[in-house]
Protein backbone atom coordinates (compact mmCIF):
# COMPACT_ATOMS: atom_id res chain seq x y z
CA UNK A 1 0.00 0.00 0.00
CA UNK A 2 1.07 3.61 -0.91
CA UNK A 3 1.92 6.32 1.62
CA UNK A 4 -1.03 7.88 -0.18
CA UNK A 5 -3.16 5.28 -0.12
CA UNK A 6 -2.25 5.03 3.81
CA UNK A 7 -3.00 8.62 4.32
CA UNK A 8 -6.52 8.55 2.42
CA UNK A 9 -7.83 5.41 4.54
CA UNK A 10 -7.25 6.97 8.39
CA UNK A 11 -8.86 10.35 6.51
CA UNK A 12 -11.64 7.58 5.64
CA UNK A 13 -11.40 6.19 9.33
CA UNK A 14 -11.52 9.52 10.87
CA UNK A 15 -14.27 10.83 9.29
CA UNK A 16 -16.74 8.18 10.00
CA UNK A 17 -15.08 8.44 13.63
CA UNK A 18 -16.05 12.04 13.85
CA UNK A 19 -19.59 11.11 12.05
CA UNK A 20 -20.26 8.56 14.83
CA UNK A 21 -19.71 11.53 17.80
CA UNK A 22 -16.17 9.55 19.20
CA UNK A 23 -13.99 11.34 21.38
CA UNK A 24 -10.26 11.99 20.24
CA UNK A 25 -7.48 13.26 21.08
CA UNK A 26 -4.28 14.14 19.03
CA UNK A 27 -0.53 13.92 19.96
CA UNK A 28 2.25 15.28 17.74
CA UNK A 29 5.65 14.76 18.63
CA UNK A 30 9.64 15.41 17.20
CA UNK A 31 12.90 14.52 17.99
CA UNK A 32 16.55 15.02 17.02
CA UNK A 33 18.85 12.61 17.34
CA UNK A 34 22.68 12.88 16.90
CA UNK A 35 24.50 9.48 16.87
CA UNK A 36 28.81 9.40 17.54
CA UNK A 37 30.44 6.41 16.23
CA UNK A 38 33.71 5.51 17.20
CA UNK A 39 35.38 4.83 13.70
CA UNK A 40 35.24 8.35 12.52
CA UNK A 41 31.42 8.57 11.60
CA UNK A 42 28.47 10.22 13.18
CA UNK A 43 24.62 10.77 12.21
CA UNK A 44 21.71 12.88 12.44
CA UNK A 45 18.61 11.91 12.91
CA UNK A 46 14.89 14.15 12.19
CA UNK A 47 11.86 12.17 13.31
CA UNK A 48 8.06 13.26 13.00
CA UNK A 49 5.19 11.44 14.55
CA UNK A 50 1.40 12.30 14.84
CA UNK A 51 -1.22 9.76 17.22
CA UNK A 52 -5.02 9.88 16.81
CA UNK A 53 -6.08 8.82 20.11
CA UNK A 54 -9.71 7.07 19.96
CA UNK A 55 -12.15 7.15 22.74
CA UNK A 56 -8.89 7.21 24.71
CA UNK A 57 -8.41 3.34 24.17
CA UNK A 58 -7.48 2.85 20.84
CA UNK A 59 -4.79 4.73 18.57
CA UNK A 60 -3.47 5.21 15.14
CA UNK A 61 0.20 6.58 14.73
CA UNK A 62 1.70 8.15 11.64
CA UNK A 63 5.44 8.40 11.66
CA UNK A 64 8.45 9.63 9.53
CA UNK A 65 12.46 9.39 10.20
CA UNK A 66 14.88 10.81 7.72
CA UNK A 67 18.26 9.59 9.25
CA UNK A 68 21.88 10.51 7.61
CA UNK A 69 25.27 8.89 8.44
CA UNK A 70 28.27 10.76 7.07
CA UNK A 71 32.01 9.30 6.98
CA UNK A 72 34.30 12.04 5.47
CA UNK A 73 37.02 9.87 4.04
CA UNK A 74 34.44 6.51 3.07
CA UNK A 75 30.81 6.89 2.55
CA UNK A 76 27.86 8.88 3.24
CA UNK A 77 24.11 7.33 4.09
CA UNK A 78 20.84 9.02 3.57
CA UNK A 79 17.70 7.11 4.75
CA UNK A 80 14.03 7.83 4.49
CA UNK A 81 11.73 5.64 6.97
CA UNK A 82 7.50 5.74 6.73
CA UNK A 83 5.23 4.32 9.17
CA UNK A 84 1.87 3.47 10.45
CA UNK A 85 -0.03 2.17 13.29
CA UNK A 86 -2.33 1.24 15.40
CA UNK A 87 -3.63 -0.25 18.57
CA UNK A 88 -7.08 -1.99 19.48
CA UNK A 89 -8.84 -1.94 22.84
CA UNK A 90 -10.19 -5.13 23.37
CA UNK A 91 -9.85 -5.37 27.40
CA UNK A 92 -8.06 -7.06 29.01
CA UNK A 93 -6.85 -7.80 25.26
CA UNK A 94 -5.05 -5.16 23.05
CA UNK A 95 -3.85 -5.45 19.68
CA UNK A 96 -1.08 -4.05 17.74
CA UNK A 97 -0.36 -3.76 14.05
CA UNK A 98 2.48 -2.24 12.68
CA UNK A 99 4.04 -1.32 9.04
CA UNK A 100 7.20 0.15 8.15
CA UNK A 101 8.98 0.50 4.66
CA UNK A 102 12.84 1.86 4.81
CA UNK A 103 14.61 3.29 1.63
CA UNK A 104 18.68 4.12 1.79
CA UNK A 105 20.49 5.38 -0.92
CA UNK A 106 24.39 4.54 0.26
CA UNK A 107 27.69 6.31 -1.57
CA UNK A 108 31.15 5.13 -1.60
CA UNK A 109 34.04 8.00 -1.65
CA UNK A 110 37.20 6.15 -2.60
CA UNK A 111 35.67 5.10 -5.94
CA UNK A 112 32.27 5.41 -7.58
CA UNK A 113 29.61 2.84 -5.78
CA UNK A 114 26.59 3.67 -5.08
CA UNK A 115 23.38 1.11 -4.03
CA UNK A 116 19.35 1.63 -2.43
CA UNK A 117 18.37 -0.56 -0.35
CA UNK A 118 14.52 -1.10 0.46
CA UNK A 119 12.84 -2.45 3.81
CA UNK A 120 9.66 -3.94 4.46
CA UNK A 121 8.02 -4.61 7.90
CA UNK A 122 5.50 -5.93 8.98
CA UNK A 123 4.72 -6.53 12.95
CA UNK A 124 1.34 -7.73 15.12
CA UNK A 125 1.13 -8.23 19.23
CA UNK A 126 -1.54 -9.52 21.21
CA UNK A 127 -1.07 -8.41 24.78
CA UNK A 128 -3.13 -8.75 27.99
CA UNK A 129 -3.27 -6.82 31.17
CA UNK A 130 -4.17 -8.76 34.19
CA UNK A 131 -4.27 -6.68 37.99
CA UNK A 132 -0.55 -5.53 37.74
CA UNK A 133 0.84 -7.88 35.14
CA UNK A 134 1.00 -6.86 31.63
CA UNK A 135 1.82 -9.58 29.22
CA UNK A 136 2.35 -9.93 25.63
CA UNK A 137 3.62 -12.12 22.71
CA UNK A 138 4.85 -9.85 19.52
CA UNK A 139 6.11 -11.40 15.74
CA UNK A 140 8.20 -9.25 13.68
CA UNK A 141 9.18 -10.34 9.43
CA UNK A 142 11.68 -7.98 8.03
CA UNK A 143 12.46 -8.52 4.00
CA UNK A 144 15.72 -5.98 3.32
CA UNK A 145 16.44 -6.00 -0.18
CA UNK A 146 20.29 -4.29 -1.01
CA UNK A 147 23.54 -4.81 -1.49
CA UNK A 148 22.64 -7.47 1.30
CA UNK A 149 19.23 -9.18 1.19
CA UNK A 150 18.28 -11.01 4.57
CA UNK A 151 14.77 -11.77 5.96
CA UNK A 152 14.16 -11.54 9.31
CA UNK A 153 11.89 -13.39 11.49
CA UNK A 154 11.36 -11.93 15.28
CA UNK A 155 9.37 -13.45 17.55
CA UNK A 156 9.20 -11.18 21.23
CA UNK A 157 8.13 -12.29 24.75
CA UNK A 158 7.01 -9.32 27.08
CA UNK A 159 5.95 -9.08 30.59
CA UNK A 160 5.52 -5.71 32.53
CA UNK A 161 5.49 -6.02 36.47
CA UNK A 162 3.15 -3.42 37.76
CA UNK A 163 5.59 -2.95 41.06
CA UNK A 164 3.33 0.48 42.58
CA UNK A 165 1.48 3.03 40.71
CA UNK A 166 4.60 4.62 40.62
CA UNK A 167 7.19 1.82 39.60
CA UNK A 168 7.17 -0.92 36.52
CA UNK A 169 9.80 -3.66 36.01
CA UNK A 170 9.57 -4.56 32.57
CA UNK A 171 11.54 -8.02 30.56
CA UNK A 172 11.64 -8.37 27.19
CA UNK A 173 12.93 -12.07 25.27
CA UNK A 174 13.70 -11.39 21.35
CA UNK A 175 14.69 -14.22 18.99
CA UNK A 176 15.65 -13.18 15.98
CA UNK A 177 16.54 -15.75 12.81
CA UNK A 178 18.33 -13.67 9.81
CA UNK A 179 18.81 -15.64 6.79
CA UNK A 180 20.43 -14.18 3.66
CA UNK A 181 18.23 -14.39 0.23
CA UNK A 182 19.34 -15.36 -3.49
CA UNK A 183 21.75 -13.97 -4.67
CA UNK A 184 24.11 -14.27 -1.23
CA UNK A 185 25.79 -11.27 -0.62
CA UNK A 186 29.13 -10.54 -2.03
CA UNK A 187 31.37 -7.62 -0.11
CA UNK A 188 32.74 -5.68 -2.74
CA UNK A 189 35.18 -4.35 -0.83
CA UNK A 190 37.01 -7.39 0.21
CA UNK A 191 35.92 -9.81 -2.76
CA UNK A 192 34.68 -12.36 0.15
CA UNK A 193 31.07 -14.22 -0.39
CA UNK A 194 28.95 -14.80 2.75
CA UNK A 195 25.55 -16.55 3.68
CA UNK A 196 23.70 -15.16 6.46
CA UNK A 197 22.73 -17.59 8.78
CA UNK A 198 22.44 -16.09 12.65
CA UNK A 199 20.26 -17.14 15.20
CA UNK A 200 19.97 -14.63 17.70
CA UNK A 201 18.75 -14.51 21.36
CA UNK A 202 18.64 -11.21 23.62
CA UNK A 203 17.14 -9.56 26.49
CA UNK A 204 15.79 -6.60 28.10
CA UNK A 205 14.79 -5.19 31.55
CA UNK A 206 13.94 -1.78 32.23
CA UNK A 207 12.85 0.10 35.32
CA UNK A 208 10.08 2.62 34.76
CA UNK A 209 9.73 5.15 37.69
CA UNK A 210 6.71 7.85 37.11
CA UNK A 211 8.83 10.17 40.26
CA UNK A 212 5.53 12.13 40.18
CA UNK A 213 2.67 13.63 37.62
CA UNK A 214 4.92 15.35 35.96
CA UNK A 215 8.32 13.55 35.55
CA UNK A 216 8.63 9.89 34.08
CA UNK A 217 12.42 8.07 33.52
CA UNK A 218 13.45 4.95 32.38
CA UNK A 219 16.60 2.70 32.76
CA UNK A 220 17.07 0.04 30.11
CA UNK A 221 19.84 -2.37 29.56
CA UNK A 222 19.81 -4.82 26.57
CA UNK A 223 22.11 -7.89 26.50
CA UNK A 224 22.85 -10.88 24.82
CA UNK A 225 22.60 -10.73 20.65
CA UNK A 226 20.45 -9.07 18.36
CA UNK A 227 20.19 -7.34 14.86
CA UNK A 228 17.79 -5.91 13.31
CA UNK A 229 16.06 -5.12 15.55
CA UNK A 230 12.00 -3.41 15.66
CA UNK A 231 11.18 -2.09 19.24
CA UNK A 232 7.47 -2.26 19.91
CA UNK A 233 7.52 -0.12 22.88
CA UNK A 234 8.89 2.85 20.84
CA UNK A 235 8.57 2.23 17.19
CA UNK A 236 12.10 2.27 16.44
CA UNK A 237 13.94 -0.28 14.23
CA UNK A 238 17.54 -0.24 14.72
CA UNK A 239 18.45 -1.28 11.04
CA UNK A 240 22.32 -2.02 12.03
CA UNK A 241 23.18 -5.42 10.22
CA UNK A 242 26.27 -5.22 12.42
CA UNK A 243 25.34 -7.71 15.60
CA UNK A 244 24.51 -5.90 18.73
CA UNK A 245 25.89 -6.84 22.29
CA UNK A 246 25.11 -4.60 24.52
CA UNK A 247 22.27 -1.39 24.71
CA UNK A 248 21.91 1.04 27.87
CA UNK A 249 19.07 3.21 27.55
CA UNK A 250 18.46 6.38 29.95
CA UNK A 251 15.75 8.08 29.50
CA UNK A 252 13.75 11.75 30.97
CA UNK A 253 10.30 12.74 30.00
CA UNK A 254 9.47 15.92 31.82
CA UNK A 255 5.92 18.28 31.97
CA UNK A 256 6.75 21.78 30.71
CA UNK A 257 3.69 23.04 30.81
CA UNK A 258 0.05 21.72 30.93
CA UNK A 259 0.22 19.00 27.63
CA UNK A 260 3.62 19.88 26.64
CA UNK A 261 6.20 17.20 27.30
CA UNK A 262 10.10 17.13 26.57
CA UNK A 263 11.92 14.20 26.51
CA UNK A 264 15.68 13.00 26.74
CA UNK A 265 17.53 9.93 25.91
CA UNK A 266 21.02 8.57 25.61
CA UNK A 267 21.85 5.45 24.02
CA UNK A 268 25.11 3.43 23.85
CA UNK A 269 25.11 0.41 21.73
CA UNK A 270 28.11 -1.85 21.37
CA UNK A 271 28.48 -4.09 18.44
CA UNK A 272 31.08 -6.86 16.64
CA UNK A 273 32.75 -3.80 14.85
CA UNK A 274 31.97 -0.61 16.38
CA UNK A 275 29.94 1.51 19.37
CA UNK A 276 27.28 4.09 18.69
CA UNK A 277 26.22 6.95 20.98
CA UNK A 278 23.03 8.13 20.81
CA UNK A 279 21.73 11.84 22.14
CA UNK A 280 18.22 12.76 20.87
CA UNK A 281 15.62 15.72 22.45
CA UNK A 282 11.88 15.12 21.65
CA UNK A 283 9.33 17.84 22.17
CA UNK A 284 5.36 16.10 22.54
CA UNK A 285 2.15 17.93 22.63
CA UNK A 286 -1.35 16.67 23.96
CA UNK A 287 -4.13 18.28 22.02
CA UNK A 288 -7.32 16.42 23.76
CA UNK A 289 -10.86 16.62 22.37
CA UNK A 290 -10.82 17.45 19.02
Known amino acids: MSIKNILLLIFCINSFILAQGTSLSFHPASFYTYGVYDNNKNSVGYSAYATLGINYYDAITL ?83 GNKSVEINQPQFLVDYIISPYLILSYRFVYSSIQSKSPIYEDFLVGEISDDNRKLISHNISLNWYINSSVFTKVELLFGKRSYFFNTDYLTFYNQDDTQNLHIISRIDAELFNNFRINFVYQNLSLDHSKINYYSLGLKYNIWDL
Open 63 to 145: SYDNTKIIDKNEFNYNQNSFMVSAIKNFYPYYIKANYAYLNGKYNYKPFKFEYSDNTNLFNLSLNRIFTNIFTGISYTFINVN
